[in-house]
């Protein structure tokens, strides 16, 4: 596709309610991406896509560009994961994700943690990592140091994504999510094959699982958290102890739809608690709660990040957590809860945290 002569018949294809295959897509987020596109066109390309919705061929063209401008790193472990959020959700809960990456590294999983400043909650990964300490890192042989060495490295949207400087003003200025709110968790810059990733709508289930799996990823649980036991559509980005958690997991290249119940949650020794009982703060706070994790507390925040490592585990190690009809086997799901519960109670996450903190 030529865009150097206009965007305006790309706005007027957009208009009429008309499709771009992924390539084309690829092609305008290229030049988007590369400042060859002004700010009234981008804004006004994102809200016709706001409106009209994209199609999985769109998400995974733009995801395809993303990947092709960031600055990428290499892990020398095939199974490194990634566990992250759309964010978006609105519910500003304590950082979950960042806390099972810690606990995921002291069982020596490599892990890959992509994130970014907070967007629509209180303290986002770097946020929270900035109160702990560890500050974002842009030395790419550091990184990938702490990768190999520690299990660990965070690698932060600005700092691999930096062609998102051509549209950060008019993500400001528009105010409202946009299709790049969904190209973060989906262009991990170390390239990872097994992710965990919550969205903040179920939505985006099936179209993010399908992407990921166009392009190749081995295992990924695309995760959402029901807030209460009513089917209600909004909820949260992560596996959740207030209500179900609806998923998507990939397996084997097949695609299977999961349930994680309340039912599970208890028989895994886990206790339902509602969202209020993770709400999070300032970066400051959620740090607090994350150092007093690490160092043995009990409640609703150590059971969440429990029943999120669990996952995590099995997405990379292959337990056999489900079955083809994605009936979730509870005595694994108890097993890997138990071993996750060990990480944090042997003061070995606390070492990772302490060890990153040394690092920078």
Request: hydrophobic share 45%; with cysteine.
């Given at each position: 596709m030529d865009l150097s002569f206009s965007f305006t018949p790309i706005l007027e294809k957009s208009l009429r309610g008309e499709h771009f295959s992924s390539q084309e897509t690829t092609?305008?987020?290229?030049?988007?991406?590369?400042?060859?596109?002004?700010?009234?066109?981008?804004?006004?390309?994102?809200?016709?896509?706001?409106?009209?919705?994209?199609?999985?061929?769109?998400?995974?063209?733009?995801?395809?560009?993303?990947?092709?401008?960031?600055?990428?790193?290499?892990?020398?472990?095939?199974?490194?994961?990634?566990?992250?959020?759309?964010?978006?959700?609105?519910?500003?809960?304590?950082?979950?994700?960042?806390?099972?990456?810690?606990?995921?590294?002291?069982?020596?999983?490599?892990?890959?943690?992509h994130g970014n400043r907070a967007q629509s909650s209180k303290s986002g990964a770097v946020d929270v990592l900035s109160a702990l300490n560890v500050v974002p890192q842009t030395d790419i042989e550091i990184l990938q140091d702490n990768l190999n060495e520690h299990k660990i490295t965070f690698l932060s949207a600005f700092v691999h994504h930096p062609a998102l400087s051509h549209i950060n003003l008019v993500r400001k200025e528009l105010g409202v999510r946009t299709i790049f709110n969904l190209l973060g968790p989906l262009s991990n810059?170390?390239?990872?094959?097994?992710?965990?990733?919550?969205?903040?709508?179920?939505?985006?289930l099936m179209p993010?699982?399908?992407?990921?799996?166009?392009?190749?990823?081995?295992?990924?649980?695309?995760?959402?958290?029901?807030?209460?036991?009513?089917?209600?559509?909004?909820?949260?980005?992560e596996i959740t102890l207030a209500g179900p958690s609806k998923i998507m997991a990939l397996e084997d290249n097949?695609?299977?739809?999961?349930?994680?119940?309340?039912?599970?949650?208890?028989?895994?020794g886990l206790t339902p608690a509602p969202l209020s009982a993770i709400a999070g703060g300032a970066p400051k706070d959620n740090a607090a709660a994350m150092l007093a994790l690490f160092n043995g507390k009990k409640d609703a925040y150590r059971d969440t990040v429990l029943i999120?490592?669990?996952?995590?585990?099995?997405?990379?190690?292959?337990?056999?957590?489900?079955?083809?009809?994605?009936?979730?086997?509870?005595?694994?799901?108890?097993?890997?809860?138990?071993?996750?519960?060990?990480?944090?109670?042997?003061?070995?996450?606390?070492?990772?945290?302490?060890?990153?903190?040394?690092?920078?």
């Open positions: 092609d305008i987020f290229n030049a988007i991406l590369t400042g060859k596109v002004s700010d009234v066109h981008i804004a006004a390309f994102l809200m016709i896509l706001r409106m009209r919705g994209a199609t999985i061929e769109e998400l995974e063209g733009a995801v395809r560009s993303m990947r092709h401008q960031m600055l990428p790193i290499t892990p020398n472990d095939p199974f490194t994961i990634d566990v992250c959020g759309t964010g978006g959700d609105g519910q500003s809960t304590l950082n979950v994700s960042t806390a099972v990456s810690f606990v995921l590294a002291a069982m020596g999983i490599s892990v890959a943690k810059p170390a390239n990872v094959r097994y992710q965990m990733i919550g969205v903040y709508d179920t939505e985006w993010f699982i399908q992407v990921l799996q166009n392009l190749g990823s081995k295992r990924v649980w695309v995760v959402h958290g029901l807030i209460e036991d009513a089917g209600q559509k909004q909820g949260v980005d097949k695609i299977i739809p999961v349930t994680l119940s309340i039912e599970n949650i208890k028989t895994a999120n490592t669990a996952i995590a585990l099995h997405i990379v190690k292959n337990y056999s957590l489900i079955n083809t009809h994605g009936e979730i086997n509870p005595t694994v799901l108890k097993e890997l809860v138990l071993k996750a519960a060990d990480a944090i109670d042997s003061g070995s996450a606390l070492s990772v945290l302490h060890a990153i903190q040394h690092k920078t």
